[in-house]
């Protein structure tokens, strides 16, 4: 006879972490990964910046090194992967809505942004602790921040609907 209620299956976790650069989404997608870690579960950390670190800059390879991160998260949403986190600026909404849509058809995964604070560190002090990126692409990032007040906002946002319908074969990784 069993007692008490079931223990529900532990979900599994899709993070979406948001910020402009220098205000610390590695860090904390690294204490995360150990703390999961710790707990012996699989955790990985997916960004962009990993690409754009090998290849030249240019819109071709940007756009590229993006796709390839998205089909990154869908082979590991696809292997089961516990904790899945993205780290990237994630500025707009329409940047986040295909991993937010491939975690919702994957079913069986919790999706939270993570937004880390945007407004305690000056543009000035950011600019110093990045100097690779020009003063103007931080200004850029700031003007263009969309507010996010959760999954559902991003995934009926018409702009990334929109966006993403017509460049499915972009997210839709097979």
Not at 35 to 61: P, V
Not at 88 to 109: C, F
Request: proline content about 2%; glycine content about 6%.
């Amino acid at each position: 006879m069993v007692r008490g209620r079931r223990q529900s299956q532990r979900r599994k976790k899709l993070i979406i972490l948001r910020g402009l650069p220098g205000v610390g989404k590695t860090k904390r997608a690294k204490k995360l990964c150990d703390k999961y870690a710790r707990l012996g579960l699989e955790a990985e950390i997916f960004s962009t910046d990993r690409y754009h670190e090998s290849t030249n800059y240019t819109k071709g390879n940007f756009q590229r090194n993006h796709q390839r991160n998205r089909e990154d998260v869908f082979k590991a949403l696809n292997r089961g992967v516990d904790l899945i986190i993205v780290d990237n600026t994630n500025i707009s909404l329409w940047e986040m809505w295909p991993y937010i849509h491939m975690g919702m058809r994957q079913g069986d995964y919790y999706i939270t942004m993570m937004e880390l604070p945007k407004n305690y560190i000056s543009i000035n002090k950011l600019y110093r602790c990045q100097g690779n990126i020009p003063k103007k692409k931080f200004r850029s990032f700031e003007a263009r921040w969309e507010d996010a007040y959760n999954i559902w906002h991003v995934l009926n946002d018409s702009y990334s609907i929109n966006r993403w319908e017509q460049r499915e074969e972009e997210w839709n990784v097979q």
